[in-house]
């Protein structure tokens, strides 16, 4: 079965940074562009970041302008992994952040929620002091 297992929430004061983990299973890994979403409290769900199949189309990336600068995507293939480098932590990245499987098709949009056909439970990520 596909699974999508996000780690690496929690407490954080404003400023401080953390990584959080993406581990996949049952799906040929590389084949597939992966995104983090995130959704806080009364807000829609939004794409935070986004990498595409090393393979199929070379690993780009995508990051909303809220965050382009202070975190960083990547992947390990051979680990079936995406990670999310969080720097520079604000209160307003407070949610719960999901890691998600695009759907394979053909000039479909990277980093849209409705693209999405796999998504873990999430991780919640509290920025406060």
């Known amino acids: 079965q596909v699974q999508l297992v996000e780690s690496g929430g929690g407490l954080v004061q404003p400023g401080g940074s953390l990584r959080l983990s993406c581990a996949a299973s049952?799906?040929?890994?590389?084949?597939?562009?992966i995104g983090w979403f995130r959704q806080a409290p009364g807000k829609e769900r939004e794409g935070v970041s986004c990498?595409?199949?090393?393979?199929?189309?070379?690993?780009?990336?995508y990051y909303a302008d809220s965050v382009k600068g202070r975190f960083t995507i990547s992947r390990d293939n051979a680990k079936k992994a995406v990670y999310l480098q969080m720097n520079s932590l604000k209160p307003e990245d407070t949610a719960v952040y999901y890691c998600?499987?695009?759907?394979?098709?053909?000039?479909?949009?990277?980093?849209?929620?409705?693209?999405?056909?796999?998504w873990g439970k999430g991780t919640l990520v509290t920025v406060s002091s």
């Open positions: 990498i595409s199949s090393s393979s199929r189309s070379g690993g780009r990336t």
């Open positions: 049952g799906f040929t890994f590389d084949y597939y562009h």
């Open positions: 998600a499987r695009q759907e394979i098709t053909g000039g479909a949009p990277m980093c849209k929620a409705a693209n999405m056909d796999y």
